[in-house]
Structures are given as C-alpha cells and as structure tokens.
C-alpha cells in the first residue's frame, strides 16, 4: 500500500523560509517521481514542483528561483525547500507519487505566510 505523509507545515513570516517533508512507503523513489501540489484558499490544486526518479528537477513558473526539490532515496523522503515565502504561498501542500497507472496524495500540510 503506497503512502504519502507530508510535515513541515506552519507559519511564517514573509521572507522566511520553510521547508516541507513527505515520507513515502510502499513504493522506491529510485523508480518513482514525485511532486509537490498546492491548494491556495477556494483554488484547485495546483502543480509546484517535482523530481524524477533520475532526480531531475521540473519548475512551475512561480516556484524557479525560490522553491527547490530534492530527495533521499534512502530515507524514501522528498523535500520541498522555500525560500523568500509570500502571503500567496499560503496553501495547502501536498506530496504526490503515482506508480501503476495510480496517483497517490499526501493529507496535506497547511502553510500559512503572514506577518
């Protein structure tokens, strides 16, 4: 059974940074990409950031130049480093994986920026 259990998430000031975990069991990310998706207030969910399981690195528009992924294969854990946080990254964050032909979410970890 594959999980995904996502922590790291509070608040903070605007400027700081924060950085998420997501803990995955059942699946290797030595095989498998993951992601990291957001949920901002009354939003859809939307794509942030994800790394492959070569470990290259994909960008959304507004995550390159503050947001960074990256994983330890050992620990099966992928982080989510933010740097330079906005009131508009208030969100919830969730980790995604999929692996045959089913997609697996995180419950999420609430994010909240504001001074």
């Known amino acids: 059974q594959v999980q995904l259990v996502e922590t790291g998430g509070r608040w903070v000031q605007p400027g700081g940074s924060l950085t998420l975990s997501c803990v995955v069991s059942?699946?290797?990310?030595?095989?498998?990409?993951a992601a990291w998706y957001r949920q901002l207030p009354g939003q859809q969910r939307d794509y942030v950031i994800s790394?492959?399981?070569?470990?290259?690195?994909h960008y959304s528009d507004f995550a390159k130049g503050r947001f960074t992924i990256s994983k330890d294969n050992a620990q099966n854990t992928v982080y989510l480093q933010m740097n330079r946080l906005k009131p508009d990254d208030t969100a919830v964050y969730y980790c995604?994986?999929?692996?045959?032909?089913?997609?697996?979410w995180g419950q999420g970890t609430q994010v909240t920026v504001s001074s």
């Open positions: 995604w994986t999929r692996t045959a032909g089913e997609e697996y």
């Open positions: 059942g699946i290797s990310l030595n095989d498998h990409a």
């Open positions: 790394i492959t399981s070569q470990g290259f690195a």
